[in-house]
Nanobody
Framework: HVQLVESGGDSVQAGGSLTLSCEQS????????MAWFRQAPGKDREGVAS???????TYEDSVKGRFTISRNNAQNTLYLQMNSLKPEDTAMYFC????????????WGQGTQVTVS
């Protein structure tokens, strides 16, 4: 039974920092590509950052230089370090996993709320 559980969301002031965590269970993390997505009220879900099995990362343009995605396979945990937060970063953040050969993310967490004021 695959399970992804996010944590770390909070309410912060603009310019602040947060670190989101995603604990994974029920599968072998090092075989999966991982990502963070977010969805703000009234908006479509968007990809924020992704990381492959070798640690190679990609970022959505608006978060480049501010957010860092990382993974610790030994601890089965995915992270998103968020610095210089802006009000437009306010959203529900989700982690997701897929076999790297698959185009679609098969597994999703329940989300953690980030609010920046």
């Amino acid at each position: 039974h695959v399970q992804l559980v996010e944590s770390g969301g909070d309410s912060v002031q603009a310019g602040g920092s947060l670190t989101l965590s995603c604990e994974q269970s029920g599968y072998t993390p090092h075989k999966y590509c991982m990502a963070w997505f977010r969805q703000a009220p009234g908006k479509d879900r968007e990809g924020v950052a992704s990381i492959d099995t070798d640690g190679g990362a990609t970022y959505e343009d608006s978060v480049k230089g501010r957010f860092t995605i990382s993974r610790n396979n030994a601890q089965n945990t995915l992270y998103l370090q968020m610095n210089s937060l802006k009000p437009e970063d306010t959203a529900m953040y989700f982690c997701a996993a897929r076999l790297c050969a698959s185009p679609e993310y098969n597994y999703w967490g329940q989300g953690t709320q980030v609010t920046v004021s």
